[in-house]
């Protein structure tokens, strides 16, 4: 057990790991995309999201998104009772595409003003889920499911990580400052109270 220091009261140790589309496919019970729903569906009726979906929304959107360009889904779950506490999730983008299944930086914004940020030849990974239960925020789990992540993505040659949050999202905009991301001058084409922050995941070396 370790303490919550907001709560001030004991809680169940945790571990992260990645959850690929096969543990999905063999979990027969579908216990883990239940839990996954009901996370989801709490973490997101708070606000300043204040959305209203479905466990049946959820877990059907799981599976589409899990069928992404290289999706990828890490999540934190107790060492004892294996409850799922939090998770993260998101998917490549493409500047352009003919694949369906596919996403792109605009179908993501619903505008263009992304696309100049991306060359060509670079490879950007967007989150679209981020999410913690109350009785375990203010612990680093967020910070160590982004962390992990970004260790991840480092690994599969990405150059940048994407993120999208609400301006009223104090909590997740300091995870992005902490984690050196910068706010792009860019708000979504249909919520335009989010902005978007980019993370360069290597540096640039230039040599005279």
């Known amino acids: 057990m370790t303490l919550n220091p907001i709560e001030g009261r004991m809680v169940e140790e945790y ?30 009726s708070e606000p300043p999201w204040y959305e209203t979906y479905t466990h049946s929304r959820i877990i059907f959107g799981l599976g589409v998104e899990m069928m992404r360009k290289n999706a990828i889904l890490f999540i934190a779950q107790t060492n004892q009772s294996n409850k799922i506490i ?64 970004i260790l991840e993505l480092k690994s599969q040659g990405f150059n940048y990580r994407l993120g999208r949050t609400d301006l009223a999202a104090d909590k997740m905009r300091k995870l992005y400052i902490k984690q050196g991301f910068d706010e792009l001058p860019v708000r979504d084409g249909v919520h335009s109270n989010r902005s978007y922050w980019l993370l360069a995941l290597y540096v640039s070396v230039f040599f005279d």
């Open 15 to 44: 571990h992260i790991k990645r959850i690929r589309l096969e543990d999905l496919r063999s979990d027969q019970a579908g216990s883990l995309v239940s839990h996954l729903s009901t996370l989801i569906c709490d973490v997101f």
């Open 86 to 149: 939090g998770y993260i999730l998101g998917q490549e983008l493409l500047k352009n595409t003919d694949d369906e299944r596919n996403q792109t930086l605009s179908k993501i914004s619903s505008g263009v003003e992304l696309d100049s940020y991306i060359n060509d030849d670079e490879r950007v990974f967007y989150v679209g889920g981020l999410g913690v239960i109350k009785d375990y925020r203010r612990m680093g789990v967020a910070e160590q499911l982004s962390a992990g992540l």
